[in-house]
């Protein structure tokens, strides 16, 4: 078709109204108060964008005090914003708190490692040398030496993180950066797995998600067996009763917190016959505790080559046993396009996945995206992760603009907090709204994310329904107070 002279004014506002109509977003229908508070943001928005330092454009980790003076993210604090869909066990709480409140905890013990790392032990007695610590020392004895333990905590803290000054010299590769982020999981794992810290610990990451003003969770966890100071080992059934326990006083101190769920958590590193016996205790570990276990997932590095279809033996157990066990599958978490990693997008549509963690190779495989649309398959966006984890540099240039634009099935989530120096889910809100989403994302965008998080949650239909109502209330009181 050739055009002739000027098009015609009025059909372009129609095609620019249907292309923002299909945006995550588009549809929704703005009260007069919630326009205000929209103009608003798009005016915080256009000044933050021509600031000659945008956040979103720059390493979170040096980003990070820019976005805590931004009026945007002031706002995107105090919104409700549902649930987080996909966060890791290990990462739930500060390393801050791990440090200053657990590690001063009476028969804490530390090891330095052959590999520059720490390892952490409660124990009644001296503990035993084994393979990777010969020498534990008592915290007690050893910050007495020392005086001033500051810049000893600061030390501990560096092994429990990412966070860094200078990320770009620190993680010059995704190999590097991988292999710190998979020792902070170790270093940690003696502290939050000792029982009785176990349940201050959940307890304390509810906390923070509240006063992010989330009110529901979904978390990941690999259900790791918990010590006394004995010794004694407690099993996975004494973790989901603790979990559940915990949950529950939360609830009654907190009567507007919805709730929270585990997706049982593998790392991929195991065998396939390791895999499927976790299956299939996930199996009946989701009949004995129907409120709690939401599900299954692989963890652990996509790019380490054990993709989901290396697992199908074990992952097509629930389907031979004829019973459903929901996936939430990381897939996509990669940019290594056309290798067999970058197939996992694919298989998990074909293991019915519930939801995909992350989705950054999503965009580049259109039939997957259109059936992952059509199933109502969300996207767990992590942006922060993806940044860090060296995906992307600049947010703008996230693959995830081509589905908010699109309208895909989005929710927003913080994957690995601790690790990355964030609480909550305003920090990767903002980088969504404002990075990825650019000038065209608006109230309504983040109204619909907000609610996806309910939507998409692994929810029976009637809690969905009260957690639907809850949300919006509280939706409601925001727009009020802020208009």
Not at 217 to 246: A, C, M, P
Not at 358 to 378: D, F
């Amino acid at each position: 078709m050739v055009c002739h002279g000027v098009p015609d004014p009025a059909q372009r506002d129609t095609l620019m109204r249907q292309e923002a109509s299909r945006q995550i977003g588009g549809k929704v229908t703005l009260t007069a108060a919630e326009q205000r508070l929209n103009d608003h943001l798009h005016w915080l928005k256009e000044q933050e964008m021509s600031s000659a330092h945008f956040p979103p454009a720059i390493h979170f980790f040096k980003a990070k005090p820019l976005i805590q003076r931004s009026s945007i993210f002031s706002l995107l604090q105090k919104m409700p914003k549902g649930g987080a869909l996909h966060i890791h066990s290990s990462t739930l709480v500060s390393v801050d708190w791990l440090v200053k409140n657990v590690t001063y905890r009476p028969n804490c013990y530390i090891c330095f490692t052959w590999d520059n790392s720490v390892r952490f032990l409660f124990s009644n007695g001296q503990p035993f040398p084994r393979w990777d610590c010969f020498y534990w020392q008592l915290l007690e004895t050893l910050r007495a030496k020392i005086g001033d333990p500051t810049e000893f905590d600061n030390s501990l803290m560096q092994n429990l993180t990412l966070f860094t000054e200078d990320p770009d010299i620190a993680y010059p590769s995704q190999a590097i950066v991988w292999e710190k982020f998979e020792k902070a999981f170790i270093a940690a794992a003696g502290l939050i797995t000792h029982a009785p810290v176990l349940k201050d610990y959940l307890y304390k990451g509810l906390e923070d998600l509240y006063k992010d003003n989330i009110m529901y969770l979904e978390l990941r966890s690999g259900l790791s067996r918990t010590y006394e100071l004995d010794g004694s080992i407690h099993d996975k059934v004494w973790y989901l009763n603790t979990f559940q326990e915990v949950i529950q006083q939360f609830k009654a101190d907190h009567q507007d917190f919805l709730g929270a769920r585990i997706i049982v958590a593998v790392h991929r590193a195991l065998s396939v016959s390791e895999v499927k016996a976790v299956v299939k205790e996930t199996i009946q570990m989701q009949k004995d505790f129907p409120e709690v276990v939401a599900g299954f997932d692989l963890v652990g590095r996509e790019d380490s080559r054990r993709t989901l279809w290396y697992f199908r033996e074990a992952l097509s157990l629930p389907s031979e046993l004829g019973v459903e066990l929901p996936y939430f599958f990381h897939a996509g978490e990669t940019d290594d396009e056309g290798t067999a990693v970058d197939g996992n997008i694919l298989d998990a549509l074909l293991f019915n996945t519930t939801r995909i963690g992350h989705g950054y190779a999503l965009a580049h495989h259109p039939l997957a995206k259109e059936l992952s649309r059509n199933r109502n398959v969300a996207v767990e966006l992590c942006p922060i992760s993806n940044q860090v984890l060296k995906l992307v540099s600049d947010l703008r240039n996230h693959p995830a603009a081509v589905l908010m634009a699109e309208g895909h099935p989005l929710v927003i989530s913080s994957d690995d907090p601790s690790l990355f120096g964030t609480t909550g889910l305003s920090y990767d809100f903002y980088q969504a709204f404002v990075g990825i989403g650019g000038l065209k994302a608006n109230l309504g965008t983040l109204k619909d994310l907000a609610a996806n998080s309910i939507r998409y949650s692994s929810l029976p239909p009637h809690l969905k329904e009260t957690g639907l109502a809850m949300w919006r209330s509280k939706w409601d009181m925001f727009i009020f107070g802020n208009s």
